[in-house]
């Protein structure tokens, strides 16, 4: 729970226990705490979290803007039920994105940004061997990120960071995580050869891939056709 220690005049402090909400509740959508059409009601998010209700209206702002909960009305805000038709888009602005990335990083990697690389891959590694989907989660994401970072494109970054809640939520639905990190591993080697053709290569393949994966597990077909 998050303590409201900075005071109401504090502008900084409101902003601390917004991130602290948000990520909260991103936490509890992405591991299905909270499912597709629970309601979230301002009142009870501020008591739960141990905050005011400013803090707590922002970090649902925040999140509908992320695309994890919309607004049914003015006042049913939900958690929001991905559709085959969002989570399309999603892997196919990922597509276009993390080619960009991995091709960038492996022309711009310098030694100790590689270092750095093989210790989130190892780490990744580790939460794949716990079995625990959260850690895989959130290992997985943070070598995306890194790699993204590696790339040195600001304007990349921003244009990914209002997917990270969407993406977070879709690497937990991962059925074979040894398999993901094999395709992580294979990535990591080609920014590590500095081969900006081999890692765009990579990268296209395995997005595609888990795109595969994703609609199979949510839709039940690997163009979706089984959905309701």
């Known amino acids: 729970m998050a303590q409201e220690q900075p005071s109401a005049a504090n502008p900084g402090g409101t902003v601390w226990l917004r991130d602290q909400v948000c990520e909260g509740i991103r936490d509890q959508i992405i591991t299905g705490r909270l499912r597709p059409g629970d309601r979230l009601v301002e009142r009870d998010v ?11 209206r922002e970090a649902i702002r925040i999140l509908m803007g992320e695309g994890l909960l919309e607004a049914l009305s003015p006042r049913r805000i939900v958690v929001k039920q991905l559709s085959r038709r969002d989570v399309l888009n999603l892997f196919d602005l990922r597509e276009a994105l993390e080619v960009l990335a991995a091709r960038r990083a492996a022309e711009r990697a310098d030694e100790a940004q590689l270092r750095q690389l093989g210790k989130l891959l190892e780490s990744a590694r580790k939460a794949t061997d ?15 990120h890194y790699i993204v970072e590696i790339a040195g ?26 398999s993901v990190w094999e395709e992580h591993r294979r990535l990591h ?29 949510l839709f039940d077909g690997p163009d979706g056709s089984a959905a309701p």
């Open 46 to 56: 501020a008591e739960e979290f141990g905050v005011s209700r400013i803090p707590a």
């Open 130 to 144: 716990s079995g625990r989907p959260e850690r895989v989660s959130h290992a997985n994401t943070a070598f995306h």
């Open 189 to 217: 080697d080609t920014v590590v050869a500095a081969d900006a053709d081999a890692a765009a290569a990579c990268a296209l393949s395995h997005v595609r891939h888990y795109r595969e994966v994703a609609l199979r597990l």
């Open 153 to 178: 494109n600001e304007l990349l970054a921003k244009a990914l960071e209002p997917l990270e809640g969407r993406l977070r939520w879709l690497f937990h639905q991962i059925d074979d995580p040894a």
